[in-house]
């Protein structure tokens, strides 16, 4: 079902069936290159990838455009956002005719989809950390360490984190603590709404500071076996990291640097005390599989686990930089 276009967008009409990723340096992510051949082991060799790049808190009317491109066009089946996830649904709910629950619990949107003439807003973040936090921490990791978590960044993901662990049922699989550090009080505000309406145990605690080095301290507060995670962007969208050279993760803890690509200072600094603080550093590229994999599953209205999951782990394996 084709839908009238507003005169106030600017619609494309593709040639060719067309999936976007928006983002902030798209072209600079692996997926340009994996996507084709995914694509052709899926028997789908005729979809294109299209990088949409936006600012950081872009305008609104530069979220409403990509998504009307999406929304308008018969043959662009839809999106993986990254970065702009709350601040696009902030902009263009309405454009939406259908959000899954998880989107509506986060109040963000990384998935666009259609199905039946309806654009569909889909938040897969909690489906797709909550997968790659059970194979990095394994069953009762917060039993067997007494680890907290400490989260730098309370964006998407950092909502998406809090959500997985609210919603485990084992006591052992929730930390006790989760704290959260962001440099401005929205999207703390936001992440503390979301807390609120769910019934935990977890006891959250919601810092505004920007200054690196209150950062250090507050990880030094921090019990040993903690999982230390930077959702910032900084490292890939922007330079630096949440914390100094001199700040101390916590000893046999884990730390996440949720990117795979960029300058990734964070995953350096932590690097540099593997051995002295016997730490774990693990970086964005699992979390960069299942998220990519589960958005072009929703779009292209298919199933990728098990052997076929795999599959594509190995070509994109193949490619990774």
């Not at 984190?161 to 704290?179: C, Q």
């Not at 699992?286 to 599959?311: D, K, M, N, P």
Request: proline content about 5%.
């Amino acid at each position: 079902m084709e839908r009238e276009i507003p005169s106030r967008y600017q619609v494309i009409t593709k040639q060719v069936p067309t999936f976007y990723f928006i983002g902030v340096t798209t072209k600079q992510s692996s997926i340009m290159k994996v996507f084709p051949l995914w694509m052709k082991e899926l028997g789908r060799p005729e979809i294109v990838i299209e990088g949409v790049d936006l600012q950081i808190h872009d305008t609104r009317e530069a979220y409403r455009q990509a998504v009307a491109q999406i929304k308008y066009d018969p043959l662009s089946l839809g999106a993986l956002v990254t970065t702009h996830k709350i601040d696009l649904l902030n902009a263009a709910r309405d454009m939406f005719d259908y959000l899954d629950p998880y989107a509506q619990i986060c109040g963000e949107v990384s998935c666009i989809s259609k199905r039946d003439g309806q654009l569909e807003g889909h938040a897969k973040d909690p489906i797709t950390a909550g997968m790659s936090l059970d194979t990095m921490l394994g069953k009762d990791y917060f039993a067997r360490t007494g680890g907290a978590v400490l989260c730098f960044g309370a964006g998407g993901s950092a909502v998406a984190i809090a959500l997985h662990f609210i919603n485990k049922k084992d006591p052992g699989d929730r930390p006790k603590r989760f704290v959260v550090v962001n440099r401005s009080t929205p999207r703390l505000d936001h992440l503390r709404e979301m807390v609120a309406k769910h019934d935990t145990d977890i006891a959250f605690e919601y810092v505004h500071n920007e200054d690196p080095r209150v950062n250090d301290a507050i990880m030094a507060t921090l019990p040993e076996g903690s999982l230390v995670i930077n959702a910032t962007g900084m490292g890939k969208d922007r330079p630096g990291s949440p914390i100094t050279d001199a700040g101390l993760f916590p000893r046999n803890g884990i730390a996440w640097e949720l990117n795979y690509r960029g300058s990734l200072e964070f995953m350096y600094q932590a690097l540099a005390q593997r051995e002295s603080r016997n730490l774990r550093v693990e970086d964005g590229w699992l979390y960069f599989l299942h998220g990519w994999t589960q958005v072009i599953a929703q779009v292209l209205h298919i199933s990728i686990e098990g052997a076929l999951f795999e599959r594509l782990a190995q070509i994109a394996e193949t490619v990774r930089k």
